[in-house]
């Protein structure tokens, strides 16, 4: 009797612990769910500024650096303005910061509608037109600032004609050479072609993108980031094959350093960055007239056919190494290879 007794006494500490610990299991798993926030919850100026950055991609407290050589934004108030009343402005000049301060919708303009007040560094406040504010400002990011000129059409033309002329000249002299080029004297290395191949297949997206999706690339333009996975798919494709650029351009020079001598290394790499720029300017002009997707896949045809027909390597050195279109004496060592 006294050993059931003990015994029950021993069970009885392990049987409380057990219960205490199901207790607590149970409490851990029940989670307390936030409550959604309800639309009657936010002020009526938020719900402005949310429903305004939905379609501009940009609110209050966003911040702008002035790209033109200067912007005028009005002292007094957009209504003072459109009613012909005497306002004064002041200037604001290239290189200054702004920040958002307050976004006014007005009807009644007859020019733009939406007026933005800004404040600059000196925390002076001035209004301007939307339309005017984004012709003479940018985001203040690095990656805005790059979209920004290289989206610029004068530039872009003007990139493209002088980027065409240099190319044919420099491609003209290698030729009179019979210096190493890609697509055309090429070295065994696929690593070029590669490159030229992505640098023409992400212009053409980055082309389609402006002209089926250009609400995408505004939103990227106003809030760029560099990680492709969290931004939408063709985006993120985009994204990679920009970071796929950067990784063969590396791969591509360091073959390239290995299989010439110096001097021929450095006028190849000028040529395969002569054709890549100029694929660049061809295949993001010429995809927004819808011509461009159809020269890809002729230029993808080419540039394969050409690898593939003369710079592919079939053989290796015995000696050294090196590679090796046909048998024979290697140019490298001079070891004949049977």
């Not at 089926?212 to 063709?234: A, D, E, G, I, K």
């Not at 591509?252 to 790499?269: G, K, M, S, T």
């Amino acid at each position: 009797m006294m050993n059931m007794k003990r015994a029950a006494s021993l069970k009885s500490p392990y049987i409380l612990v057990m219960a205490l610990t199901f207790i607590l299991m149970l409490s851990s798993c029940y989670e307390h769910r936030r409550r959604a926030p309800l639309a009657t919850e936010f002020s009526e100026r938020q719900i402005d500024s949310l429903s305004f950055f939905t379609t501009h991609h940009y609110t209050n407290n966003y911040n702008f650096v002035v790209k033109s050589d200067s912007l005028a934004l009005l002292q007094q108030q957009p209504e003072e303005y459109i009613s012909g009343m005497q306002t004064d402005t002041f200037m604001v000049y290239k290189g200054s910061h702004l920040v958002v301060a307050d976004i006014r919708m007005m009807p009644a303009d007859p020019i733009d509608s939406v007026w933005i007040q800004l404040a600059n560094d000196t925390s002076a406040f001035g209004w301007t037109h939307e339309s005017a504010l984004l012709k003479s400002a940018m985001p203040d990011d690095s990656i805005s600032a790059f979209i920004s000129d290289f989206s610029d059409n004068h530039v872009i033309i003007f990139l493209g004609i002088i980027i065409i002329i240099g190319a044919l000249y420099l491609l003209r002299s290698m030729f009179r050479r019979q210096a190493r080029i890609v697509h055309f004297n090429d070295i065994a290395s696929f690593y070029p072609t590669l490159l030229c191949l992505i640098v023409a297949t992400a212009a053409t997206l980055y082309a389609g993108i402006q002209t089926f999706v250009p609400q995408m690339w505004q939103h990227f333009y106003f809030h760029p980031t560099l990680n492709p996975f969290s931004v939408p798919l063709v985006l993120c494709v985009f994204l990679l094959l920009v970071w796929a650029m950067l990784i063969t351009a590396l791969a591509a020079v360091d073959d390239v350093r290995h299989q010439l001598p110096f001097n021929e290394a450095i006028l190849y790499i000028g040529g395969l960055a002569a054709v890549c720029a100029v694929n660049y300017i061809v295949f993001s002009i010429t995809t927004l007239y819808y011509v461009g997707y159809i020269l890809l896949v002729i230029y993808y045809y080419y540039a394969l056919r050409q690898y593939f027909r003369h710079s592919h390597a079939h053989y290796v050195c015995g000696k050294c190494g090196a590679k090796l279109h046909d048998k024979g004496t290697c140019p490298y060592c001079g070891t004949v290879n049977e």
